[in-house]
């Protein structure tokens, strides 16, 4: 796969804190790498413990990277798990685009409406002071919500479509967090993938 990434027609948000690109992806490549990711990648369910109270997370997830990257997730340290090919080369693409790198991605797969991801800014120490966070957003189409860090009120929501990408700029994630919350109705499966630079021996 090669170009499979155009970063036209953008448009910059949050005073530069994001930028947003509403068809990175033509539907031409989109479609069969939606349906090729559902079925390949390792996906799994997760257990968190919040306040010494063990639960399922709502979604399902897989965490790919370079060979014996760790990274850490509610208070446990895992290994990331092999690239698949397809996700290695957007990366790649990734890394020539933004001139930024990227050793990992978080690959988040929201079943229907009932599944979601709660508040929460990116902003573990492997991921170093000023992340960049590419996020990719394959099937139905769902709200990010955004709130200034320290206010509990939604400042607004951006939709990500199909095909759509989202960079993550490295003030994001001090300034604010973000959201993809529950919505009763939509019956849509969706992924949506965040490449990361995990800092190596962290
Ligand atoms: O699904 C999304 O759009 C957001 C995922 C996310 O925030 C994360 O993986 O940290
Ligand atoms: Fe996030």
Redesign the pocket.
């Known amino acids: 796969m090669s170009a499979l990434i155009q970063l036209h027609e953008g448009e910059t948000l949050l005073a530069g804190d994001l930028d947003y690109y509403p068809q990175a992806i033509s539907p031409a490549h989109a479609d069969p790498l939606f349906q090729q990711l559902l079925a390949e990648l390792p996906w799994h369910s997760d257990r968190i413990t919040v306040y010494g109270k063990e639960h399922t997370i709502p979604r399902l997830q897989c965490w790919l990277g370079d060979n014996g990257l760790a990274y850490t997730y509610s208070g446990k340290r895992l290994q990331t798990l092999p690239w698949h090919p397809h996700l290695l080369s957007m990366a790649q693409e990734l890394q020539n685009l933004l001139q930024r790198p990227f050793n990992s991605v ?1 690959c ?1 797969r929201y079943r229907n409406g009932n599944d979601g ?1 709660g508040w ?1 800014a ?1 902003d573990e120490p492997e991921l170093g002071p000023a992340p960049c966070i590419v ?1 990719v ?1 394959l099937g139905a189409e769902r709200d ?1 919500a955004l709130r200034r860090k320290g206010e509990t009120r939604q400042w607004g929501k951006l939709p ?1 479509a199909h095909g759509s990408l989202v960079v993550m700029n490295s003030g994001m994630q001090s300034r604010w967090q ?1 959201a ?1 919350p529950k919505r009763a109705g939509i019956a849509a499966e969706r992924i ?1 993938l ?1 490449f990361r630079y995990l800092q190596p021996g962290h």
Do not use: G, K, R
Request: proline letters at 0%; hydrophobic letters at 40%.
């Open positions: 978080l988040n991801m929460h990116d996020s957003s990010f990500l973000h993809v949506n965040t």
